[in-house]
Nanobody, 124 residues
């Protein structure tokens, strides 16, 4: 059974940091393009970042560029999202998703596999 599980969410003050992790079971994350999405209450899901299966190239939404870093650890079969200088507008449920295609495709269509999400709340 193919499964993605996110962890690392929580409550943090503005300017703080969190590190989200996406762990896979039943398949090898290194064979997939992995993306992070987020959804705030009452808003549509939005793209955050992506790391490609082919060359580990990365894409970031302009809203997180310079603050968030996506990385892959093939030994642990995980993908992480390091989030620094967090802002209240970063609040939402963060989801990782996996698909065997490119970042452009993953970020513009519906990826094959999704985790259950982890809540990130940025508030003072």
């Amino acid at each position: 059974q193919l499964q993605l599980v996110e962890s690392g969410g929580g409550l943090v003050q503005p300017g703080g940091s969190l590190r989200l992790s996406c762990a896979a079971s039943g398949f090898t994350l290194g064979d997939y393009t992995i993306a992070w999405f987020r959804q705030a209450p009452g808003k549509e899901r939005e793209r955050v970042s992506c790391i490609s299966r082919s060359d580990d190239s990365r894409i970031y939404d302009d809203s997180v560029k310079g603050r968030f870093t996506i990385s892959r650890d093939n030994n642990k079969n995980t993908v992480s999202l390091q989030m620094n200088n967090l802002k209240p507008e970063d609040t939402g449920v963060y989801y990782c998703a996996a698909d065997p295609t490119s970042c452009i495709t993953v970020l513009t269509t519906y990826p094959d596999y999704w985790g259950q999400g982890t809540q990130v709340t940025v508030s003072s």
